[in-house]
């Protein structure tokens, strides 16, 4: 088969997911291609992979008068390719490639993967939901990342949706000894105890991640003493009990403007209270690494699909703590804490509980690795992806 991939700017989880895709699609025979920005190609190296052929489009961010342009050149690719699968990825490159490839005299089967939600509101949410519902309807399958988004696309009109899910890279083990050293490294650069209880988190620097509300169960943390009640109410356990020290890393590139944000919010409740410390990493490439480190992940977003930093998590054995958004429930089940959507309190509470007892973040971390064994490899995730290929194909011969 003849497959063309049309995707966005990314630097992250949707990019990983493709890049996974063209590796083991065109690996396993298919003719493949991928259209995207040139920034996306300089940071996932599509052009570089065996069998992958790669077209520079910059899609763009917004809906307007220069998509016509957009739309005549995607069309173009896509007729130069000679596809007979155009599968795009996202809100953004699914809308331009709908208008594109339903133009070709010889129409390709088009599938558009849903990545994330659309959020817009007031006039922006009825333009979102407007085009949310042409791609259901025209697209011959919608793919979601999540249960919800399938929930979605079919309540829109989807003559066919289903999920499948984007598969978390390899997550190489690391040898207790470099975790050691790792908590070490981070120690001597922050100047924490070794005792410390790392807490981390992982992702973009951006809205959608809601890192204020971290900064905001910082703010709690003071009063909260074992499974998140406050010390004075419990002054036995407390006597017994030395308060930890608590130390928040997050790893991850930033938007910064969200940057200056987030740490001016920290820093301002850091002048008036006492707050644990707050570090940030920047980008990292040995989340692996970090992962082994610490004893509490945390993840704050306000939605997600299935997040891959989530699922390193679950495969690296972290007692995790996420808020109950989009996928992020039924990827975690029983195997972490799950809290509401931007609630500090509970964040500062579920923290606090891990935090003083290590039983039970041994209990959560062993948990967390049995499920992350469970779950499907990026060559697992293609195959089944190329099953859906072949059975869209036939029925179109058929």
């Given at each position: 088969?003849?497959?063309?991939?049309?995707?966005?700017?990314?630097?992250?989880?949707?990019?990983?997911?493709?890049?996974?895709?063209?590796?083991?699609?065109?690996?396993?025979?298919?003719?493949?291609?991928?259209?995207?920005?040139?920034?996306?190609?300089?940071?996932?190296?599509?052009?570089a992979l065996p069998g992958v052929r790669f077209a520079a489009l910059d899609m763009g961010t917004g809906i307007g008068v220069r998509d016509a342009a957009l739309i005549l050149r995607l069309r173009e690719l896509i007729a130069g390719f000679d596809a007979d699968?155009?599968?795009?990825?996202?809100?953004?490159?699914?809308?331009?490639?709908?208008?594109?490839?339903?133009?070709?005299?010889?129409?390709?089967?088009?599938?558009?993967?849903?990545?994330?939600?659309?959020?817009?509101?007031?006039?922006?949410?009825?333009?979102?939901?407007?085009?949310?519902?042409?791609?259901?309807?025209?697209?011959?399958?919608?793919?979601?990342?999540?249960?919800?988004?399938?929930?979605?696309?079919?309540?829109?009109?989807?003559?066919?949706?289903?999920?499948?899910?984007?598969?978390?890279?390899?997550?190489?083990?690391?040898?207790?000894?470099?975790?050691?050293?790792?908590?070490?490294?981070?120690?001597?650069?922050?100047?924490?105890?070794?005792?410390?209880?790392?807490?981390?988190?992982?992702?973009?620097?951006?809205?959608?991640?809601?890192?204020?509300?971290?900064?905001?169960?910082?703010?709690?943390?003071?009063?909260?003493?074992?499974?998140?009640?406050?010390?004075?109410?419990?002054?036995?356990?407390?006597?017994?009990?030395?308060?930890?020290?608590?130390?928040?890393?997050?790893?991850?590139?930033?938007?910064?403007?969200?940057?200056?944000?987030?740490?001016?919010?920290?820093?301002?409740?850091?002048?008036?209270?006492?707050?644990?410390?707050?570090?940030?990493?920047?980008?990292?490439?040995?989340?692996?690494?970090?992962?082994?480190?610490?004893?509490?992940?945390?993840?704050?977003?306000?939605?997600?699909?299935?997040?891959?930093?989530?699922?390193?998590?679950?495969?690296?054995?972290?007692?995790?703590?996420?808020?109950?958004?989009?996928?992020?429930?039924?990827?975690?089940?029983?195997?972490?804490?799950?809290?509401?959507?931007?609630?500090?309190?509970?964040?500062?509470?579920?923290?606090?509980?891990?935090?003083?007892?290590?039983?039970?973040?041994?209990?959560?971390?062993?948990?967390?690795?049995?499920?992350?064994?469970?779950?499907?490899?990026?060559?697992e995730v293609a195959k089944e992806l190329m099953s859906i290929y072949t059975e869209l194909m036939s029925a179109q011969v058929g």
């Amino acid at each position: 088969m003849r497959i063309v991939y049309v995707l966005g700017t990314s630097t992250g989880g949707v990019g990983t997911h493709v890049r996974a895709l063209a590796r083991d699609v065109a690996a396993a025979g298919h003719e493949l291609g991928v259209i995207g920005p040139a920034s996306t190609d300089e940071h996932f190296g599509f052009s570089a992979l065996p069998g992958v052929r790669f077209a520079a489009l910059d899609m763009g961010t917004g809906i307007g008068v220069r998509d016509a342009a957009l739309i005549l050149r995607l069309r173009e690719l896509i007729a130069g390719f000679d596809a007979d699968i155009v599968h795009a990825h996202g809100f953004r490159a699914g809308f331009v490639a709908l208008l594109s490839a339903r133009t070709i005299r010889h129409s390709p089967r088009l599938i558009i993967s849903l990545h994330n939600r659309a959020s817009g509101q007031g006039l922006r949410g009825r333009v979102e939901t407007g085009i949310e519902t042409l791609l259901a309807k025209g697209a011959d399958l919608i793919l979601g990342a999540s249960a919800d988004l399938v929930v979605r696309s079919r309540e829109l009109g989807a003559r066919d949706a289903r999920f499948l899910p984007a598969a978390a890279p390899e997550v190489h083990d690391v040898p207790a000894a470099a975790a050691v050293a790792t908590r070490a490294e981070l120690a001597a650069e922050f100047g924490f105890g070794e005792d410390a209880v790392i807490v981390l988190s992982v992702g973009r620097i951006a809205p959608q991640k809601n890192y204020p509300m971290l900064v905001r169960a910082l703010g709690h943390l003071g009063d909260a003493g074992p499974r998140g009640q406050k010390s004075e109410q419990n002054p036995d356990q407390a006597s017994d009990r030395r308060t930890p020290e608590l130390v928040f890393l997050i790893a991850g590139a930033a938007d910064q403007t969200v940057l200056a944000e987030v740490r001016g919010q920290y820093e301002d409740l850091a002048a008036t209270s006492a707050v644990p410390a707050l570090h940030f990493l920047g980008p990292r490439d040995d989340i692996a690494a970090l992962n082994a480190a610490a004893d509490i992940y945390v993840l704050t977003s306000v939605w997600e699909a299935r997040a891959l930093v989530l699922q390193e998590a679950l495969i690296s054995g972290r007692a995790i703590i996420a808020t109950s958004t989009g996928g992020s429930r039924e990827l975690v089940g029983d195997a972490g804490l799950l809290i509401s959507d931007d609630d500090d309190t509970a964040l500062a509470e579920a923290i606090a509980e891990l935090a003083f007892d290590p039983a039970r973040r041994a209990e959560l971390a062993a948990r967390a690795q049995a499920r992350g064994a469970q779950l499907p490899d990026e060559r697992e995730v293609a195959k089944e992806l190329m099953s859906i290929y072949t059975e869209l194909m036939s029925a179109q011969v058929g």
